[in-house]
């Protein structure tokens, strides 16, 4: 387990998310957003890179929504 997790991936943040992992802050490098969460499971990254991770679809673009919504308010 990763204390701290960073990642510049807004579907990876998104699905972190969504199954109730907890980002503590955002931080905005030009267009785009390093998003940082606590506590992530090694396997839980791996099981995402495999393509093994599933999501509600709904919930899951409001996230996405959420989080692009969030760096732009960063500008």
Partial sequence: MTNEFRTT?????A???V??????SIERSGNKGTFIFLQVDD???QQFD???VAVE???FNNA???LTTSVRRMG
């Fill in 19 to 24: 199954h109730g992992y907890n980002m503590t």
């Fill in 57 to 59: 679809p709904v919930t």
């Fill in 43 to 45: 396997d839980f990254i």
């Fill in 15 to 17: 699905s972190l998310k």
């Fill in 50 to 52: 495999l393509g093994n």
């Fill in 64 to 66: 996405i929504k959420q």
């Fill in 9 to 13: 991936d807004i579907v990876l943040a």
